[in-house]
């Protein structure tokens, strides 16, 4: 129901490309067809009923991306989990108070398993009386115990529904973090093809955008001061991009004046 928009637009543009992921294209109608796979093994092969509070461990991925739509829609409370953080999981678990744990390897196959708890958190209550998705994301915990904060996913989604300018996004922010779910859902409800990466460094980025001719890079100032010190973007032709964002943290005023330059 929450992404009865999204839908319908991968229906109608089913042949066009929606995700590039580790170099390889997948259509809109590929998509489509793998979020209800995955809707069928959650509630039917595990019993993952609308409700539950899980957590999904990976990065953007066919699977992991197509995982994330089925539990929306499937009106699950979701804790995205970047595979490469360096928190301790368990602590996470806890919490967050996750029912079910869905990893996601690099191979791009998903692994289920039962936590043991039942989440009984107010606000976790309060979504599921709603019988809306939830969202759970998590502060860094560099200066203490991470912190949980919890959304009700569908009032997040309701931007999603006005239409915008389709670009080639390359999907840089991560998994884990509004900004990169952000960009996710905004390429997606427009149609655009979102550019997914596991290697975040100047070199890589600068190879994606020009083999996939990327025209939006949403970035961090701290990528981007890395990329004009590594120079990699005189080595490729990023003369594809129209629009380079930036958010998460301060832009360095130098920083910006080189990026203009």
């Known amino acids: 129901m929450h992404i009865d928009p999204l839908i319908s637009g991968f229906e109608i543009n089913r042949d066009k490309t929606s995700l590039t992921c580790n170099d390889s294209n997948f259509t809109y109608g590929e998509l489509l067809d793998n979020i209800y796979f995955h809707k069928n093994e959650l509630t039917v092969k595990h019993n993952i009923l609308s409700g539950s509070t899980v957590l999904l461990e990976g990065d953007f991925t066919f699977n992991s991306v197509s995982l994330l739509l089925a539990l929306t829609d499937n009106n699950c409370i979701i804790v995205p989990l970047n595979s490469s953080a360096k928190t301790d999981r368990n602590e996470l678990i806890n919490i967050s108070e996750c029912e079910y744990v869905i990893s996601i390897n690099a191979s791009d196959e998903a692994d289920y398993r039962q936590t043991g ?145």
Not at 119 to 133: C, G, M, T, W
Not at 164 to 183: A, K, M, Q, V
């Open 117 to 261: 708890l039942k989440s009984s958190h107010e606000l976790i209550k309060k979504i599921r009386d709603r019988n809306n998705p939830g969202l759970i994301l998590f502060t860094s915990g560099t200066s203490g115990k991470p912190k949980a904060a919890v959304h009700d996913f569908s009032g997040l989604l309701k931007k999603f529904r006005t239409k915008r300018e389709s670009f080639i996004t390359l999907n840089f922010l991560l998994f884990d973090h509004w900004g990169g779910l952000n960009t996710l859902f905004h390429t997606l409800s427009n149609s655009g093809t979102a550019v997914t990466v596991s290697d975040r460094s100047p070199e890589n980025i600068c190879r994606l955008i020009e083999k996939h001719k990327v025209e939006l890079l949403p970035a961090s100032p701290t990528f981007l001061n890395l990329l004009l010190i590594s120079e990699a973007y005189k080595r490729y032709d990023l003369s594809s991009l129209k629009v380079i964002s930036y958010g998460t943290e301060a832009m360095s005023p130098v920083t910006l004046k080189k990026l203009n330059s």
